[in-house]
C-alpha cells in the first residue's frame, strides 16, 4: 500500500511539474506545500458556507484556538501535535454542542468561556515546557508539511465532500430553523454533533496553511464572499469552494515571491475576493433594482 501510495503521489508530481511549470509550484522545496493547499482549502470553502449561514463564526474561532492548547498537550505527551489538535477540537466541539444543548447559558457565553480557557491551558503549558517553535503554530507555516499530512487531507477531502453531499440540505434547513427541521423529521441533534466534529477537524487540517490565528477567517471570509456571488444555496457552496481556492493558490504564489508568510497571505487575497464580491453584488443590485 506504501508503494502504491509513493508511485500515485510522484504521477501526480510529475503532472504538476509538465501543466505548471512555476517555481511557487512545483520547485523542489515547493511542490508539497502546493499540493497541501490544494487538498485543504476546498473544505474550508464547503464547510464555511455552513458556518456563515448558520452563524456558527464564534463557534468556529473557539475551535481554532483550541487548537493551540491540543498541540501543547501533544508536545507535553510526545504524541504527533496534529492528531492531537484533531483530537482535542472534536472533544471541544463536542463539548460546547452539549453544553448548548443541555444548559441554559446563552451559547456565545459557552463559546467565549470555553475559548478563553483553552488559550490560557495551552499558554501555560508552552510557557511552562519553554516550546521554541510556537509561531509554526499562531501563523502556520506550509512549508513544514509532510506527504503524511497530504494523505490525511485528500482522504478527508473525500469524507468532507460525501458528508456534505447527503447532509448539505438538512444543514441548511436547521442553520435556518432547527424547529422547522424537527418538524420535518430532521435529527436535529445527531447533525449539530456531526456538523461540529467536521468544523473542528476541518480546523485542524488548516492549521499548517493558515495558523490558530487566522484560521477561523478562512472558513468565514470566502463563504462570505461566495455568499455575495451565489444565485442559490447550491451554488453558493461552489462559489466558496472557487474562491478558497484561488485564495490558496495566489496567496501561496504571493508569499513566494514577497516572501511572506502564506497563512496570512492568503487570508488578505480572501478579503480582497470579498470586496470585490461586495462591488458585485451591490452593482447587481442596482441593475436590477434590489433583486440580487
Known amino acids: 500500500m506504501e ?39 476546498p473544505l474550508t470553502g464547503m464547510v464555511g458556507t455552513v458556518v456563515v449561514n448558520a452563524r456558527m463564526s464564534f463557534f468556529t ?13 501533544g508536545i507535553l505527551m510526545s504524541v504527533n501535535p496534529t492528531w492531537a489538535m484533531v483530537l482535542f477540537g472534536c472533544a471541544l466541539a463536542l463539548l460546547i454542542t452539549f453544553l448548548q444543548r443541555r444548559s441554559e447559558v446563552a451559547l456565545d457565553s459557552l463559546v467565549g468561556v470555553a475559548q478563553t480557557l483553552t488559550v490560557a491551558l495551552g499558554l501555560v503549558i508552552i510557557t511552562a515546557i519553554e516550546y521554541p517553535y510556537i ?9 513544514y508539511a509532510t506527504k503524511s499530512d497530504l494523505g490525511l487531507a485528500f482522504l478527508m477531502l473525500l469524507v468532507v465532500t460525501a458528508f456534505m453531499y447527503f447532509c448539505y440540505n438538512n444543514l441548511l434547513m436547521i442553520g435556518l430553523s432547527s424547529s422547522m427541521a424537527k418538524a420535518w423529521g430532521v435529527k436535529v441533534w445527531l447533525y449539530e454533533y456531526l456538523f461540529s466534529v467536521v468544523v473542528a477537524v476541518v480546523v485542524m487540517m488548516n492549521i499548517t496553511v493558515i495558523g490558530v490565528l487566522l484560521v477561523a477567517a478562512a472558513l468565514i471570509v470566502p463563504a462570505a464572499g461566495g455568499r455575495n456571488f451565489a444565485w442559490s ?8 469552494v472557487l474562491i478558497a481556492l484561488v485564495s490558496g493558490v495566489a496567496g501561496l504564489a504571493i508569499s513566494y515571491y514577497v516572501e511572506s508568510a502564506t497563512g496570512p497571505t492568503i487570508v488578505l487575497v480572501a478579503g480582497a475576493i470579498f470586496m470585490l464580491s461586495g462591488a458585485y453584488r451591490f452593482a447587481m443590485g442596482r441593475l436590477f433594482g434590489g433583486r440580487c
Not at 3 to 31: C, H, Q, R
Not at 233 to 240: D, I, L, P, T
Open 3 to 41: 508503494g502504491l501510495l509513493e508511485g500515485i503521489y510522484s504521477a501526480v508530481s510529475e503532472l504538476l511539474k509538465t501543466v505548471l511549470p512555476f517555481e511557487w509550484a512545483t520547485g523542489d522545496f515547493t511542490l508539497l506545500p502546493f499540493m497541501v493547499c490544494v487538498v485543504t482549502m
Open 61 to 73: 474561532s473557539a475551535i481554532a484556538h483550541s487548537a493551540f492548547t491540543g498541540a501543547a498537550v
Open 135 to 143: 509561531n509554526r503554530f499562531l501563523f502556520g507555516d506550509i512549508s
Open 233 to 240: 444555496a447550491g451554488s453558493m457552496m461552489w462559489m466558496s
